[in-house]
């Protein structure tokens, strides 16, 4: 028998101005000096004031790195290295969705493993002897989960390639769920990093290693989002509901974080590599075609699926349930406002079987439940279109 692997982050903060607890934690642990990574815009709409605020105010030294881009890059992570190095800091803040957090990964990786310098040497499981400098993640978004999960994701320009990086020693030491962080989100925003939430929580539910403790997580997450989403998107000032995204996403990373995905992300990372699509965005507008094509391997889960969403499913058989699966998140989907076909977004069709060959590849694709070949990835992204 297998052994089921679980692994989570030490300690997590949640709560509308749970921040406060930042100085508290710093000062606690002996940290000396951050250095903030975050992005440009973060930034300037004040959002990384809300805590940088807090550290004045108790006189905690630190230098910031707004240079982390939407699908950051290795130049990305290198100038973090350099600013690390150059800041005498000796632990990571990250501020911002994704994109922060998983730049800050690389970079606190590489302060710990000078050897992956190159950056790109951490794709996938990398031979990694040390733990991560200390990193505080207080995410921005509620979608990817990078504040518990122990992947990261980091552009190769070079090679037009999404590496994914899996390394348990790159977990934040600290989580900080705070839904006042997120309240700056816009609407697409929030659309698209809840639909990538949702996508966490139901690709994690039948993914090939899924077991019984991360299908509790998942399946708790898909009831909040379905709950949550709609009122975050239409009233993005509503405190409950960002508070319940906040919540969700990051029980949907608990559980994928641990036992894998499937072939929405593993389309999903090319088309952010070929075309900077946002992540959440490319997840949202795969996530129904691709349940369908799947429902024939995972029949009695999407059932169960079904009931977490708020459907009866007294009398359906399970092809009826699995049905409704899909209907229900094409029904979200829509209603948030995501776009429907890969047409919307400037898709190249001559690009398909470049994608599809990508695809193929990616890390997350052998844990669909159903196998698929390069053909088959190809008419999905057909399909899609």
Known sequence: MSANRIILNETSY???????VIPQE???????????????DLVKFGVVKMVTDILDKESIPY???DDVKQNPTVKNVKGGVEAYKAAGADFIIAIGGGSSIDTSKGVGMIIANPDFADVVSLEGEAP???KSIPIIAVPTTAGTAAEVTINYVITDEERVKKMVCVDPKDIPVIAVVDAEMMLSMPKGLTAATG???LTHAMEGYITKGAW??????ELKAIELIFKYLPEAVANPSSIEARDGMATAQYIAGMGFSNVGLGIVHGMAHPLGAFYNIPHGVANALLLPYILEFNASAALPKYRVMAQAMGIDTSKMNDEEAAKAVVDAVRALSIKIGIPQKLSELNVKPEDFPALAQAAFIDVCTPGNPRD??????????KKAY
């Open 14 to 20: 949640f709560g509308a101005g749970s921040r406060s």
């Open 26 to 40: 710093i000062k606690n642990r002996g940290f000396k000096k951050a250095l903030i990574v975050s992005d440009k």
């Open 195 to 197: 639909m990538d939430a």
């Open 63 to 65: 230098a910031i790195y």
């Open 128 to 130: 990694t002897k040390k």
């Open 372 to 381: 698929v070949t390069v053909e088959d990835l190809l008419a999905l992204y």
């Open 212 to 217: 019984t403790l991360t299908d509790m997580f």
